[in-house]
């Protein structure tokens, strides 16, 4: 069945410390080709009918993301692409 997915992330030009914090502690894995790294969330809607990005994009306006220092972004994906979303 396929789902509404809204990604948030900080506006670029907000201080992410917790992005900060992750790229400070990359090196300690031996890792020193990443220039930056920006934490957001994900958020999957299902609805009950078909998908309906209007409906998802006002949940996100209004309830999910705080417009003044958050972005977001609403797509419909798969039922197979949210299966694998964090590997």
């Given at each position: 069945?396929?789902?509404?997915?809204?990604?948030?992330?900080?506006?670029?030009?907000?201080?992410?410390?917790?992005?900060?914090?992750?790229?400070?502690?990359?090196?300690?894995?031996?890792?020193?080709?990443?220039?930056?790294?920006?934490?957001g969330r994900r958020i999957e809607i299902e609805f009950t009918g078909?998908?309906?990005?209007?409906?998802?994009?006002?949940?996100?306006?209004?309830?999910?993301?705080?417009?003044?220092?958050?972005?977001?972004?609403?797509?419909?994906?798969?039922?197979?692409?949210?299966?694998?979303?964090?590997?």
């Amino acid at each position: 069945m396929p789902r509404v997915v809204v990604d948030v992330m900080l506006k670029p030009e907000i201080l992410d410390p917790q992005g900060q914090a992750v790229a400070n502690a990359l090196p300690r894995l031996g890792v020193s080709d990443v220039a930056s790294v920006r934490i957001g969330r994900r958020i999957e809607i299902e609805f009950t009918g078909e998908p309906d990005l209007d409906r998802a994009r006002e949940i996100a306006d209004k309830l999910l993301a705080n417009p003044v220092i958050e972005d977001f972004t609403v797509r419909v994906v798969d039922a197979d692409e949210t299966a694998g979303a964090h590997s």
